[in-house]
């Protein structure tokens, strides 16, 4: 497990190896300046949490660890990362993170899972055993070691659907890592499917998906240079942190001197 709480670094150029055109200058970018730095946890009890921080700090963001309630409290959005989904269930219910995190799900925190955090997302998951549980949130049903066990990992190029709103003519495809990952078997009618597994025996099977501020992929892309997905993720927060300011900044407040 990691022991970093936080990471300092320099703002990089988020398209990586896989380049779309935004530069940084746009006046979303320049609105979300206005409001600061968005702090983003990584839900730290298990996982490739290090780097997701990584990924995180590089797009400009605060990546800070979440292992205790209080710290769900401080954050803009959170990643769940990949792991295992069953050890993260028991020790979220463990430090008695569940009932921070799902009242902040429902409060409209944005959340990006990975792998076994689309599964920690996921309202329903196929064959899992009785007692485990997932936070839920995104209207799917996911079905854990998908792929079966002969193709443990695979990798594969993706077509993405990229969100003009979030990375303005973001284009081109994703390189994505699998690794004894779940896919999603069925989508409820507000969940917007992002890619599908191009080729194989899987083509066309569901991996990545957006409800409202969820995220999720069956992919790992914090493994790798291609920071277009998280900066996809950064922009969702810095989009409601926004919103979130100008709420707290509207004309009903009554203690105005
Ligand atoms: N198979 C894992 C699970 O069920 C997920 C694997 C991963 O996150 N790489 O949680």
Wanted: charged share 25%; glycine share 10%; hydrophobic share 40%.
């Amino acid at each position: 497990m990691s022991t970093i709480s936080t990471i300092t670094g320099t703002t990089a150029d988020p398209s990586g190896d896989h380049s779309g055109d935004h530069s940084g200058d746009s006046s979303a970018d320049r609105r979300a300046d206005a409001v600061g730095v968005p702090r983003i946890g990584v839900l730290a009890v298990q996982g490739d949490v290090r780097e997701h921080l990584a990924a995180l700090t590089a797009l400009g963001a605060e990546g800070v660890t979440v292992r205790r309630p209080a710290e769900v409290e401080a954050i803009d959005g959170l990643v769940i990362p990949g792991g295992e989904s069953t050890v993260m269930d028991k020790l979220v219910r463990a430090f008695d993170l569940r009932e921070p995190l799902l009242r902040r799900i429902a409060e409209g925190m944005p959340a990006y899972g990975s792998c076994a955090g689309m599964i920690m997302l996921a309202d329903r998951i196929a064959d899992a055993r009785p007692d485990q549980q997932t936070l839920g949130g995104l209207d799917i049903t996911v079905r854990r070691n998908a792929f079966g066990r002969q193709v443990d990992s695979f990798e594969q190029d993706l077509d993405y659907a990229w969100s003009d709103a979030a990375l303005p003519g973001t284009t081109g495809t994703v390189h994505a890592v699998f690794i004894r990952a779940p896919w999603v078997e069925q989508a409820g009618p507000g969940v917007e499917v992002l890619a599908r597994v191009s080729e194989g025996p899987a083509a066309g099977r569901i991996v990545a998906v957006r409800q409202g501020n969820l995220m999720a992929t069956s992919f790992h892309p914090e493994v790798g240079a291609d920071r277009r997905i998280h900066a996809e993720f950064v922009s969702i927060v810095r989009a409601h942190r926004l919103q979130q300011s100008g709420a707290r900044q509207s004309p009903e407040r009554e203690d105005t001197a």
